[in-house]
């Protein structure tokens, strides 16, 4: 049994007008999404930036109300549990965020924001029990305890991304949803924060979903990586076969985008641009979603959804051409 077991999750936001606050139309963010993790793993959910893969991290923390579909965590619903049922639930599964600037509280200290949880749930009473799992945690990711009265101002981006980290990992979780963890950082930053995800990954068996715009990246750290294009998943496998073989024009597209490093190379690599923006959810185009952006596009993907179908050894695509 995966660890992580999402089926058909799909968020609708209604749109609502007139006197009667009558539902006129839905933006369907997520619209039928399903993956699973298992433990230890790292799933990456890529796509460009509107195409759904932050509201589906939400909407399986709960942190959005799904409109239909199934979360389940070691086999327990997350869907429709309430109070302390799932706050229980969520202790298993945090979120670490992008912009720390937003989520750690400007006015707290380290302390502070890492002991938060800890007395919450109960697991640390008093200041010296509760200084000492401060540290533990600091030193876990890499940041000097001695700065534990520091505020998030008085750090570095890639510092106040571990004091993200800490935070999330402080009840000891099973998953990890990180939403753009490394995206605000520069590039040698970048690669410290995923080594230490890594490191906290083989100590503690920790499972990651790792939510980013950019393939580059994600590559190198998942298993897996499902790739979405307007709030549906177009193409899931290893991460390997995704690289070298790519199946859906979308994945065609975000690979051929990823600079290389040889210039020779750079100058042979067959470009697939990708033209225009996502669509909106609001109105997704007919057939499949992804036809007035696709090169290879033919005029049944105008009238004909494409089916997930299975490619073999886990390897699934949302194609006709497939
Ligand atoms: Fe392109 Fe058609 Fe495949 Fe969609 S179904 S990705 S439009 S070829």
Do not use: W
Request: glycine content about 8%; aromatic content about 4%.
């Amino acid at each position: 049994m995966s660890l992580l077991a999402v089926r058909d999750l799909k968020v609708h936001f209604p749109v609502r007008r007139g006197l009667l606050n009558r539902e006129v139309a839905r933006v369907r963010a997520v619209d039928g999404v399903s993956f699973d993790v298992d433990a230890g793993e790292t799933l990456g959910l890529v796509g460009e930036s509107g195409c759904g893969k932050s509201t589906t991290a939400r909407a399986v923390l709960q942190l959005i109300p799904p409109t239909a579909g199934s979360v389940k965590l070691g086999g327990e619903e997350l869907v429709g549990a309430k109070g302390s049922r799932l706050r229980e639930l969520r202790r298993d599964m945090q979120m670490g965020f992008q912009d720390t600037s937003a989520s750690l509280n400007p006015r707290m200290t380290v302390f502070g924001t890492l002991s938060e949880p800890l007395r919450v749930h109960g697991l640390a009473e008093g200041t010296s029990e509760l200084e000492d799992r401060v540290r533990g945690l600091m030193r876990k990711v890499g940041l000097e305890p001695a700065y534990m009265r520091r505020y998030p101002h008085e750090f570095s981006g890639g510092q106040r991304q571990r004091i993200g980290i800490a935070r999330a990992i402080a009840l000891e979780p099973k998953l990890l949803l990180l939403d753009e963890p490394v995206s605000a950082l520069d590039v040698s930053i970048q690669a410290q924060i995923v080594n230490l995800l890594a490191d906290l990954q083989s100590d503690a068996g920790l499972s990651y979903v790792f939510v980013a715009h950019d393939l580059a990246v994600v590559r190198h750290i998942c298993r897996r990586i499902a790739v979405m294009y307007l709030g549906r998943i177009v193409e899931v496998c290893e991460a390997r076969e995704l690289v070298r073989a790519p199946r859906h024009p979308y994945t065609e597209a975000l690979l051929s985008a990823i600079p290389v490093p040889d210039p020779a190379i750079e100058r042979k690599k067959k470009r697939l641009p990708l033209a225009g923006e996502v669509p909106s959810p609001l109105a997704p185009p007919s057939g499949c979603h992804f036809h007035p952006r696709c090169p290879k596009a033919e005029d049944r993907c105008k009238r004909e959804v494409p089916e997930l179908r299975e490619l073999g050894e886990g390897h699934h695509a949302a194609c006709h051409l497939a």
